[in-house]
């Protein structure tokens, strides 16, 4: 018979060891509560979330379907307030008393709130939940509003980052003298605070609170012990934790700071195992997941009878600010038995320390450039004399001479149990073993073996160590960077401009550290499609940062004339519009082309006539193709089921309704579409960007096609019973590229490097294609327009000579 | 010299371009900043295209049909192309274009 299981606390250490445990088999009926109204998140990635750079669905790891997968009972939402250990039940919130045979705790910690005069105020939070992160940015979303943050530690800054970035006026205020004096000794912490302090955020170290100030029971501001008053909205507390214990204790447990547990997680009592932050395990308290992952791993052993043993091994730190770069590990204070050795730059902002003691690396700090962070850190876990390399032991690993230079062959001398992975303690043989067994990209090696699947900072490592198992079959997506003028990549600068809210290219230029005064030709268009996708309300779209044909809404000719293509809808055209580009034809001189597009090309037309071109198009009611543009193209379409014996649905219809919503918007690459009425498929669209092919049960949405440079067909990514459904799709999967691609990706070559179940996964979330749609919408408010109308209107003496000076000449 | 008045600096939209007829052709005034300007030669001597359509970047402009740029200091181009560049000047917000330069016999 099924063994009965609770979990109580569905955090980061029981998602972890129900995952093991599943593996293992056996037979349990499992019921897993929560407190939180939701399964199991990635929590150490709440920060990115507050500071927008992912969704929260994005952080999901273990969510009520996956619960449900397994078969297990999910009561989330729910507290478990006893625990009778003598009738082995527990009791839930509401009263029912459920029987276990085995009991796992993993509650976790609690936030702890200063008892300063005010804390119960509303707008006093912590930093620690889902709830407590949309709380801040809700905040950012009222102009003007501001925040203090007490406590200057991880959590604090991540928090403070967060906030800063949201917009909100920002102040840490930190008891001690210098920032997460827990991993950072003086120099590192003097570089962060100034980086922060350059961004805006307002730092007060030394400084002790007093009280904490209200009105109408609501927080209005932090008062400090100097009788200086802070204002703000929000206070958020992020001053450690405390673990979760009361209910342990109440049950008789034996507790100390936390819940005792043996090396295999048993507590005093051999039904009940814990894990996780609420735990002590000889004398030692867990606030990192790195340890608490490992726990997971023997906690369901022990559940299913295997020997197992949780060894104690260093962790090392790194802040989840995005620009920020530094990593802490062991122990740096000074000691007379013990030597220094640091490296500074300051004209790069760069800082490295490493203490060592009797020829070993005790402990490393280093700021500003990390990248040889997990090379001392592995000679310091494995106790390697140093003596040889001392000299040149601060310059890293590159600098130690012979084959170590080249970063694959110091991966390649790995040894097989070097660490990889810190937070999932992934070593090395095991990812060389999943790639072995056909895990050949990083997404297959993050499903198979979970490295650098939390928070991500060993991906390059990861990669590395494909490389040097695969050879020549894996190349390592390059850190290109944009162009000459930045050192970021294009990913990078996405994801800067949304998490530092920099929302003009000047401000790209200046926060991001552009080489020169204004970029260039290849930089400067992708900066400014990356600002007006994302903030498409404050962003004003630059002509002058747009190649020739979307400056001018035209393709230049060899010749510098102009081809102008009006839109014909689906495909579709009446004799009027045919009418009226004969006309221009003539007055102006086109010749005419029927494109590859379903669409008439008027060739040749002269820059100083093309205003006047578009007037007489509009006039006739047509509007631009876009036929220059990274954006929507066409939509073709077949006749389908109005007029084809075989049609199923009304695919002109549908590519019409589809142009209608998608056209003027602006996309990474362009994008066309194509709808055939059946799978005879005459509209070619299993090898459009985005293809719907009509059965009688619906719409078939294909994506990621290609014919141009590359030909690829479709891949399919979700069948939609109506056409309001298809289109709700279409029009997320557009949003979900504009917002993350790589300018000049075609969605092609964008799904194949996030993955098209990554892709799936997104868009088969209602709530997220909602949003998709809304800020899709939001941005068509503004760019669902004719070009032509409003240059004909705003700007048509930019298509006219400044000034013409050879008639004076021949006087 | 002989300044010619072609237009205020406004009449260019910063880091934008627009043409002059001349008698030599078409001249590109080139408005690098808020406060700067130049001209130079409309034509890319790699296959003609008209520069004046071109990105502005810095004191440099990148042809619009295949990517050669040109410093709009001194014409110089990448691969040993090279326009000519003619004397212009800013006088309270107005664009004077030296005429003897661009083949005009006397000031207007
Ligand atoms: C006008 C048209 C050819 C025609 O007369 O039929 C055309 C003309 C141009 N195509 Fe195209 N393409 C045209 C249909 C296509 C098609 C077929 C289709 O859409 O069904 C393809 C293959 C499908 C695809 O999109 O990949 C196509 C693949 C390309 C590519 C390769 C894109 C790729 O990612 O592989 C380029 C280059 C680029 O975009 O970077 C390109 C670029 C161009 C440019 C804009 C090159 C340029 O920058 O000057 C051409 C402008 C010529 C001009 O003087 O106006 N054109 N081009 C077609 C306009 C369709 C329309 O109504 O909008
Ligand atoms: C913002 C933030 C950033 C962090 N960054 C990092 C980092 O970069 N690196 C790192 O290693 N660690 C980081 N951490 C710490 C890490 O998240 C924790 O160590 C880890 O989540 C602890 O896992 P856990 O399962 O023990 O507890 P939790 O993940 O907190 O899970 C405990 C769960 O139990 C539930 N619960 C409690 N009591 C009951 C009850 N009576 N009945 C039912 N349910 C209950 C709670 O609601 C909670 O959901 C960070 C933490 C935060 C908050
Ligand atoms: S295939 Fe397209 S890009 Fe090539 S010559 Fe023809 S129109 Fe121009
Ligand atoms: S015509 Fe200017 S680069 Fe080719």
């Known amino acids: ?811 | 010299m002989s300044w010619i008045d072609i237009g205020h600096l406004n009449d260019i939209p910063v880091r934008g371009s627009r043409v002059v007829k001349t008698p030599v052709g078409c001249v590109a005034i080139v408005r690098s900043s808020e406060t700067e300007a130049y001209a130079i030669g409309n034509t890319c001597p790699h296959k003609q295209g008209p520069l004046s359509e071109g990105i502005v970047h810095g004191k440099k402009i990148t042809c619009p049909l295949h990517n050669a740029v040109f410093s709009l200091e001194t014409g110089e181009g990448t691969d040993g192309h090279q326009i000519p560049t003619f004397p212009l000047k800013i006088e309270g917000g107005r664009l004077l274009l030296d005429g003897a330069s661009v083949g005009k016999r006397s000031a207007a």
């Not at chain 1, 198992?469 to 003028?485: E, K, N």
């Not at chain 1, 799709?729 to 993350?740: D, G, P, T």
Request: glycine residues 10%; proline residues 3%; charged residues 25%.
């Open chain 1, 1 to 811: 018979m099924a063994q009965k299981l609770i979990v109580i606390g569905a955090g980061m250490a029981s998602g972890r060891m129900l995952e093991h445990l599943f593996e293992q088999g056996g037979d349990w009926d499992v019921t897993l509560f929560n407190a939180e109204p939701r399964g199991t998140y990635n929590r150490i990635m709440l920060s990115p979330v507050l500071s927008g750079e992912k969704t929260y669905e994005q952080i999901e790891t273990h969510n009520a379907q996956w619960y449900d997968d397994q078969g297990v009972t999910t009561r989330f939402g729910e507290k478990v307030v006893a625990i009778d250990r003598a009738a082995k039940t527990v009791t839930a919130e509401n009263g029912d008393v459920l029987p276990y045979d085995k009991l796992v705790i993993a509650t976790g910690s609690n936030p702890f709130i200063i008892p300063l005069p005010g804390h119960d105020l509303e707008g006093v939070i912590a930093y620690r939940d889902l709830e407590d992160t949309y709380r801040m940015m809700e905040l950012g979303k009222t102009e003007g509003s501001s925040a203090v943050v007490i406590g200057g530690g991880l959590l604090g800054l991540e928090a403070a980052a967060g906030l800063h970035a949201q917009g909100v006026d920002t102040t840490v205020v930190h008891i001690m003298g210098h920032l997460m004096e827990r991993q950072l000794d003086e120099s590192a912490g003097y570089l962060l605070r100034k980086e922060l302090v350059g961004r805006g955020i307002k730092v007060l170290c030394a400084t002790n609170s007093k009280q904490i100030l209200g009105e109408n029971g609501k927080v209005t501001g932090l008062e400090l012990d100097n009788g200086t008053v802070l204002p703000c909205d929000l206070l958020v507390m992020a001053v450690g934790i405390r673990p979760n214990v009361a209910l342990a204790k109440e049950a008789g447990l034996a507790t100390g700071r936390a819940i005792h547990v043996d090396a295999t997680m048993q507590t005093s009592d051999p039904d009940i195992l814990a894990l996780g932050e609420c735990v002590e395990l000889d004398g030692m308290l867990f606030g990192l997941v790195a340890p608490i992952y490992d726990q997971a791993k023997v906690a369901a052993k022990t559940l299913v009878g295997e020997a197992a043993g949780y060894v104690h091994r260093d962790v090392s730190t790194k802040l989840k600010v995005t620009g920020c770069d530094l990593f802490s590990a062991g122990d740096f204070a000074e000691g007379e038995d013990r030597e220094d050795i640091v490296f500074r730059d300051p004209a790069r902002g760069v800082y490295k320390r490493i203490v060592l003691k009797d020829n070993k690396i005790l402990g490393a700090v280093m700021y500003g450039d990390t990248a040889d962070g997990n090379w001392f850190f592995g000679m310091m876990k494995d106790g390697t004399d140093v003596s040889d390399i001392r000299d040149t032991l601060i310059f890293g690993p590159a600098f130690q001479g012979g084959a170590s230079g080249d970063p694959l062959a110091a991966v390649a001398a790995l040894p097989d149990d070097a660490e990889i992975c810190g937070c999932n303690g992934i070593c090395k043989s095991t990812i060389v073993n999943a790639v072995k067994n056909g895990a050949h990209t990083l997404a297959d090696v993050r499903a198979t073996t979970k490295a650098s699947a939390s928070c991500g900072t060993c991906t390059g490592l990861v990669e590395q160590v494909m490389a040097v198992t695969l050879g020549d079959d894996f190349v390592i997506p390059a850190a290109q960077s944009i162009c000459g003028c930045s050192d970021h990549t294009h990913e990078d600068i996405r994801r800067l401009i949304k998490a530092k809210a920099l929302k003009s290219e000047a401000a790209v230029w200046q926060e991001l550290g552009w080489k020169t005064a204004n970029g260039c030709h290849v930089c400067r268009p992708a900066v400014n499609y990356y600002l007006l996708a994302d903030w498409p309300l404050e962003y004003q779209d630059n002509l002058q940062s747009r190649f020739v044909n979307e400056r001018r809404h035209a393709n230049i000719q060899k010749d510098g004339t102009y081809s102008v293509v009006p839109r014909m809808w689906g495909g579709m055209t009446t004799p009027d519009e045919l009418r009226a580009i004969a006309d221009a034809s003539e007055k102006y001189g086109a010749k005419l082309h029927v494109t590859g597009g379903q669409r008439i090309d008027l060739l040749g037309v002269k820059k100083e006539d093309l205003t006047a071109i578009w007037d007489d198009l509009n006039a006739a009611g047509m509007v631009s193709g876009h036929a220059y543009s990274k954006g929507l193209r066409t939509v073709k379409t077949c006749v389908g089921k109005e007029f084809c014996r075989f049609g199923t649905q009304d695919s002109s219809g549908l590519g019409i309704q589809l142009e209608k919503k998608l056209w003027g918007s602006w996309t990474p690459h362009k994008v066309k579409l194509g709808v055939s009425g059946c799978p005879r498929n005459c509209a070619e669209a299993t090898c459009k960007d985005i293809g719907v092919v009509c059965v009688d049960s619906g719409y078939q949405i294909g994506v990621a096609g290609a014919a141009g440079m590359d030909v690829k067909e479709t891949e399919r990514l979700i069948d939609a019973k109506t056409e309001a459904e298809a289109i709700e799709w279409i029009a997320a999967f557009m949003q979900l590229y504009r917002e993350n691609a790589k300018y000049l990706d075609r969605p092609y070559k964008w799904v194949a490097k996030v993955g098209l179940d990554w892709v799936k996964d997104t868009l088969s979330n209602a709530e997220e294609r909602a949003a998709l749609n809304e800020r899709f919408e939001i941005s068509q408010s503004v760019y669902r327009k004719d070009p032509w109308a409003d240059h004909v209107k705003n700007h048509s003496e930019q298509y006219q000579p400044l000034a013409d000076i050879t008639l004076e000449a021949a006087e």
